[in-house]
């Protein structure tokens, strides 16, 4: 089993090493007579960029890959120098075919023995200093877990080997046609310009190379040095024990803890950004309802609810406790919905400050619009955590960024689907059925009063079924 699971995890890192290096020599060796600098200089950054950014998305299986040399006693710097080069196997691979196939390109151009040597050493200048900076990058990416990040970079690498693989006669005839508006460019790999400009081109090629390995020696200094104590965040701790003894002052400690957990993984926390830019929109244009948008978002983490407890072993702590576990649940929706509405608060300050506190324009033209619409979103958050709560509990995940490493069992794909579309039906039948019995109770002359009863209904009822399922017995780790 474990020959078959490595075999799984090599053979497709095989595959696409075979296949930019089959793609980039057919292209290389298909170089126009009338632009061949800008076609090989273009096709040099497609190349390089696959090279650097592609491997993101693999995980890396060198000995230089691994942080186990912080278990040595003594480690020579230039281990780590070698590590920046050589950590990740598919992208020194991938880096040899650019370089080389490059190589090939420049060799087939009618340089001169000179402008050769010079785009030679702008070549591997570049190219070495590259790889440098996107590793040291990758490495900061991966202690600081910044997941969006990292997937970015990586979708970087996937776009370059998209458009080397479109790199046909569409790029020859551009090449064609802007070649006589950068001819003579000395930026350009393998061009002719005049001796003097190149050679500046080649130190300045060099000079970068040699920056990256001094920034490359520092990063050693750090990795050679122990592990600094975790930062104290005193601002942060007090704002959290405000928050806390404000919103749950029976139970501070447990909240503030639920609290921490939220803000803790810069991939949780991160989502705050949505309901302050919404919020902005939102009083901005008049538009309340825009303050929902937010919520079926974070309605997403009910489905994972316990998953930021693996890293620490929380599920083991919850197992050996004799609180039930829904004590656990709802201090965390608490959590995540008292961030989500001072996020909203903070919007609607700003806009008050500068003047765009506007009046609702959008459902009716009352300022009680908008804490109505946030609180309809708050409890669509909870309705959620109805059929999430058991997901969270059965399928615990986590996803290590820095060990490419999972932890837990993911929810299967067609759980999560089900279950969002069975929340959205629910969610429209409860707001036909509260606008029904607005109209045959209610009878409201005023469309503020006809929209608020509205979402105060269909509010109580989210509410309603979430303490039923708050206080099942079938929620268990």
Not at 105 to 112: A, C, D, E, N, S
Not at 157 to 169: C, E, P, Q, R
Not at 368 to 392: D, K
Not at 439 to 444: A, E
Request: with cysteine.
């Amino acid at each position: 089993m474990a020959t078959r699971r490595r075999w799984r995890e090599e053979v497709f890192p095989a595959v696409i090493l075979l296949g930019v290096f089959a793609l980039h020599g057919y292209t290389v060796l298909r170089i126009p007579s009338d632009a061949g600098v800008l076609y090989l200089s273009i096709l040099y950054l497609l190349a390089l960029f696959t090279a650097l950014f592609l491997p993101i998305v693999f995980h890396g299986s060198s000995v230089l890959g691994t942080l186990r040399f912080d278990l040595l006693p003594y480690v020579p710097h230039y281990f780590f120098l070698l590590r920046l080069l050589f950590g990740q196997p598919l992208r020194v691979l991938l880096t040899l075919s650019t370089v080389s196939w490059t190589i090939v390109g420049l060799l087939r151009l009618p340089l001169g023995g000179l402008h050769t040597l010079l785009a030679l050493l702008q070549l591997l200048g570049w190219t070495i200093a590259a790889a440098i900076v996107v590793q040291i990058i990758e490495d900061t990416l991966l202690r600081r877990h910044a997941i969006k990040m990292h997937t970015l970079l990586s979708g970087i690498g996937v776009a370059a080997v998209s458009l080397l693989m479109s790199y046909g006669s569409f790029f020859r005839d551009i090449a064609g046609a802007v070649t006589p508006l950068v001819e003579g460019s000395a930026l350009l790999l393998g061009s002719r310009a005049v001796y003097e400009i190149e050679v500046l081109i080649s130190v300045v090629a060099l000079g970068t190379c040699a920056g990256a390995v001094v920034l490359g020696g520092r990063v050693a200094t750090q990795q050679t040095e122990p592990a600094p104590p975790p930062r104290q965040l005193p601002l942060l701790t007090w704002l959290i024990a405000s928050v806390s003894s404000a919103v749950a002052p029976k139970a501070p400690a447990s909240f503030g803890k639920e609290l921490a957990s939220v803000l803790r993984h810069f991939r949780v926390a991160s989502g705050l950004i949505w309901p302050f830019l919404l919020g902005i929109l939102a009083f901005s244009t008049g538009n309340p309802f825009l303050l929902i948008v937010t919520f079926p978002f974070w309605a997403l983490h009910t489905f994972n609810l316990l998953g930021v407890d693996l890293p620490l072993q929380g599920m083991t702590r919850y197992r050996l406790l004799i609180q039930p576990i829904a004590r656990v649940l709802w201090l965390r929706h608490a959590a995540m919905l008292s961030g989500i509405t001072v996020a909203a608060l903070a919007a609607a300050l700003l806009a008050a400050v500068f003047g765009r506190l506007a009046l609702p324009e959008v459902g009716a033209a009352s300022m009680i619009m908008y804490p109505l619409t946030h609180l309809y979103g708050a409890s669509l958050f909870l309705l959620a955590s109805v059929l999430g709560n058991r997901l969270s509990i059965r399928y615990p995940y986590w996803y290590n960024l820095s060990r490419r490493a999972r932890d837990g069992v993911q929810s299967p794909s067609f759980l999560i689907l089900l279950a969002m579309t069975s929340l959205a039906l629910l969610a429209i039948l409860i707001v036909v059925g509260a606008s029904i019995l607005t109209r045959t109770f209610v009878q409201p002359t005023k469309e503020v009063v006809r929209v608020g009863s509205i979402l105060v209904l269909s509010t109580l009822t989210h509410l309603l079924l979430y303490a039923g399922s708050i206080r099942s017995r079938s929620l268990r780790v």
